[in-house]
């Protein structure tokens, strides 16, 4: 799965992504594992001898990716977006793995969508990339068709990883999320949660293409 993310975002794909270093993974609904592979996506790449990864942690209404990680975290994403002034590197926390580094969530703010829309986020993007150049940004976002947060998030988005689970998302609910990340550069497909000898018992990678963006 992390091959054709890696080329990517390092400009060695089938052809050049805006913002490639940026990956969104999201699902539909909840429950079908979008945090899972964020985190063990994120490790992965870790664990290559010449990537880092920030994961940002930015599911804000149910942030889950420190507990799955045992870390205790306080302020984090929503705190830097109400306040222009603060340094993203005072929220970035390490992890007991290499090359990796998790960005939490931070409060709850019952403005997420608009604060994530905003020109604040623009900024922060600017900041991440500029004090983080050699790193992937990997961002575990909200499901899309239970929040309009994801769909914010899209938008600041190079390459986007849609979880599907095996056997249980709806086909038209599938096409649904497609449709809502369109005009996304480049979006795949993870099936999750995969059962029998087809597959190999976990999941597979479908490129789904580019978009207009």
């Not at 994961?55 to 306080?74: H, K, Q």
């Not at 705190?79 to 409060?107: C, E, I, Q, Y």
């Not at 709850?108 to 991440?128: C, D, F, G, P, V």
Request: proline residues 5%.
């Amino acid at each position: 799965i992390k091959r054709p993310l890696i080329a990517n975002a390092f400009g060695k794909g089938v052809a050049p992504v805006r913002n490639g270093k940026r990956v969104m993974v999201t699902s539909s609904f909840p429950g079908e594992g979008k945090s899972f592979c964020a985190i063990n996506l994120a490790m992965s790449i870790a664990a290559e001898r010449d990537h880092k990864v920030l994961l940002v942690d930015a599911d804000v209404a149910r942030p889950s990716v420190p507990r799955e990680l045992g870390i205790d975290t306080g302020a984090g994403l929503m705190d830097l977006l109400l306040d222009d002034h603060l340094d993203v590197s005072r929220f970035v926390l390490p992890t007991n793995v290499d090359k990796l580094a998790l960005l939490p969530a931070g409060r709850r703010h019952q403005q997420a969508t608009e604060l994530l829309a905003s020109a604040s986020m623009t900024r922060l993007l600017e900041q991440i990339s500029a004090r983080y150049p050699d790193r992937i940004v990997i961002f575990d976002s909200p499901p899309l068709l239970v929040t309009t947060e994801s769909r914010v998030l899209a938008s600041y988005m190079g390459q986007i990883v849609l979880v599907v689970e095996a056997g249980k998302t709806p086909r038209d609910a599938m096409k649904e999320s497609l449709a809502m990340i369109e005009g996304s550069e480049v979006v795949g497909l993870v099936l999750n949660k995969l059962r029998g000898s087809e597959g190999g018992g976990y999941g597979g990678y479908y490129g789904y293409g580019y978009g207009n963006a």
